[in-house]
C-alpha cells in the first residue's frame, strides 16, 4: 500500500550558534520526498545528513527556507510548515506531527519492556491500551521477537534492540520514516540480515521514508534514490535514481550495474571523505 505523505525542503540553511563560532551545517537544500518513496543519504561525516533529517521531521528549527510536511492522513487535511525565521522561543521537537524516527543507537527506553517500547507512541498518541497492546505485539512478531516481549532492553543483542526501534516507528503507523544510521552501529552480519528484514518491511507498507547511511551499498539495496551530499556547509551535489527493481532480492549487489554504481557514488564521495578525515 503506497501512503500518502510528502516530505519537502525548499533552500533549507541551517547555522548552529551554540558554540563559540557559528557553524554553518546546511546551505540551501532543496528535497521534496514522493509519498511512497525510499530516499538514502550519502555524505562525510559532518556533512549535515542528520541535522537535514531532524529539520524535515521538525526535531529541529531552520535558519532560512521552508521544511513542509504534507500530511493529508491528518484529520484536517492541512500540512505543517516550518520556515524562516524560526521563532527563538519555540523549542525544538514541539512541531512534531508523527513522523517516527529511528536512530543509530539509545532509541528505546530501558525502563520499559520490549511490549512497551514499541507501543510507547500509539499511548503518546492517545491510543487505548488494549488497541494499541494488539498492534504493538503484531510489529514485535513482524520484526521476530516475539518471544522477548516482556524483556528490558539490556537483555537483548543490538541487533534486538534496533528491531524494537524500527517496530516502534512502524507501529505508530506514521507514513513518513525517518532513519538516521538505524543500522550503523551493527555487525556486518547482523546488518546484512536487518537490512533485508528492513526491506521486507518497507515493502509490504511502502512508507515514505528518508534514510540516512554511511554504507553505499545499504543505500543503493534499499533506495529508489541516493541523494549525496557534500562537506559542510552541507550541500545536494547529486541526485541518483537506483534502477533495480522491486521487490528487490538480496543478491542484487553481485549485479554488475549494482556495481558500477556503487564506484560511481565513491567516485563522487571520495574526495570529500578524505579531506573530511584529513582536516579532522
Ligand atoms: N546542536 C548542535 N550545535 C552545534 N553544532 C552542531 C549541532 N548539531 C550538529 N552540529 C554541527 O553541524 C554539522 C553537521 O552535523 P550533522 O548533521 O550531525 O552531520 P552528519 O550527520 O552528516 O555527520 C557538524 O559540524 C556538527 O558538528
Ligand atoms: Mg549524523
Given at each position: 500500500?503506497?501512503?500518502d505523505?510528502?516530505?519537502?525542503?525548499?533552500?533549507?540553511s541551517?547555522?548552529?550558534?551554540?558554540?563559540?563560532?557559528?557553524?554553518?551545517?546546511?546551505?540551501?537544500?532543496?528535497?521534496?520526498l514522493?509519498?511512497?518513496s525510499?530516499t538514502?543519504?550519502?555524505?562525510?561525516?559532518g556533512?549535515?545528513?542528520s541535522?537535514?533529517?531532524?529539520?524535515?521531521?521538525?526535531l529541529?528549527p531552520?535558519?532560512?527556507?521552508?521544511?513542509v510536511?504534507?500530511?493529508?492522513d491528518?484529520?484536517?487535511g492541512?500540512s505543517h510548515r516550518?520556515?524562516?525565521?524560526a521563532?527563538?522561543?519555540?523549542?525544538?521537537?514541539?512541531?512534531?506531527?508523527?513522523?517516527?524516527?529511528?536512530?543509530?543507537?539509545?532509541?528505546?527506553?530501558?525502563w520499559?519492556?520490549?511490549?512497551?517500547?514499541?507501543?510507547?507512541g500509539?499511548?503518546?498518541?492517545?491510543?487505548?491500551?488494549?488497541?494499541?497492546?494488539?498492534?504493538a505485539?503484531?510489529?514485535?512478531?513482524?520484526?521476530g521477537?516475539?518471544a522477548?516481549?516482556g524483556?528490558?532492553p539490556?537483555?537483548?543483542?543490538?541487533?534486538?534492540r534496533?528491531?524494537?526501534?524500527?517496530?516502534?516507528?512502524?507501529?505508530t503507523?506514521?507514513?513518513?520514516l525517518?532513519m538516521?544510521?538505524p543500522l550503523?552501529?551493527?555487525?556486518a552480519?547482523t546488518?546484512?540480515?536487518?537490512q533485508?528484514e528492513l526491506l521486507?518491511l518497507?515493502?509490504?507498507?511502502?512508507?515514505?521514508v528518508?534514510?540516512v547511511t554511511?554504507d553505499?551499498?545499504?543505500?543503493?539495496?534499499?533506495?529508489?534514490r541516493?541523494i549525496?551530499?557534500?562537506?559542510?556547509?552541507?550541500?545536494?551535489t547529486?541526485d541518483?535514481?537506483?534502477?533495480f527493481?522491486?521487490p528487490?532480492t538480496?543478491g542484487?549487489e553481485r549485479?554488475?550495474?549494482?556495481v558500477?554504481?556503487?564506484?560511481?557514488?565513491w567516485?563522487?564521495?571520495?574526495?570529500?571523505?578524505?579531506?573530511?578525515?584529513?582536516?579532522?
Amino acid at each position: 500500500m503506497t501512503q500518502d505523505a510528502t516530505l519537502e525542503a525548499r533552500e533549507v540553511s541551517k547555522v548552529f550558534f551554540s558554540g563559540s563560532d557559528p557553524v554553518w551545517a546546511l546551505d540551501g537544500v532543496s528535497l521534496t520526498l514522493e509519498p511512497g518513496s525510499f530516499t538514502c543519504i550519502v555524505g562525510p561525516s559532518g556533512c549535515g545528513k542528520s541535522t537535514l533529517l531532524r529539520i524535515m521531521g521538525g526535531l529541529e528549527p531552520l535558519t532560512s527556507g521552508e521544511a513542509v510536511r504534507a500530511a493529508p492522513d491528518r484529520a484536517d487535511g492541512s500540512s505543517h510548515r516550518d520556515s524562516t525565521p524560526a521563532p527563538r522561543t519555540r523549542p525544538a521537537g514541539t512541531q512534531r506531527i508523527g513522523e517516527a524516527f529511528v536512530f543509530q543507537e539509545h532509541g528505546v527506553f530501558p525502563w520499559l519492556t520490549v511490549l512497551h517500547n514499541v507501543a510507547f507512541g500509539l499511548r503518546m498518541s492517545g491510543v487505548a491500551a488494549a488497541e494499541r497492546t494488539a498492534i504493538a505485539r503484531d510489529w514485535i512478531a513482524r520484526v521476530g521477537l516475539g518471544a522477548f516481549e516482556g524483556h528490558y532492553p539490556h537483555q537483548l543483542s543490538g541487533g534486538m534492540r534496533q528491531r524494537v526501534a524500527i517496530a516502534r516507528a512502524f507501529a505508530t503507523g506514521s507514513p513518513v520514516l525517518l532513519m538516521d544510521e538505524p543500522l550503523g552501529a551493527l555487525d556486518a552480519q547482523t546488518r546484512q540480515l536487518m537490512q533485508e528484514e528492513l526491506l521486507t518491511l518497507w515493502e509490504s507498507e511502502r512508507k515514505t521514508v528518508l534514510m540516512v547511511t554511511h554504507d553505499i551499498e545499504e543505500a543503493i539495496l534499499l533506495g529508489d534514490r541516493i541523494i549525496v551530499m557534500s562537506t559542510r556547509p552541507g550541500r545536494i551535489t547529486s541526485d541518483i535514481e537506483v534502477p533495480f527493481a522491486r521487490p528487490r532480492t538480496m543478491g542484487v549487489e553481485r549485479d554488475p550495474a549494482f556495481v558500477e554504481l556503487r564506484h560511481r557514488i565513491w567516485g563522487l564521495l571520495k574526495d570529500d571523505v578524505r579531506a573530511t578525515e584529513e582536516g579532522a
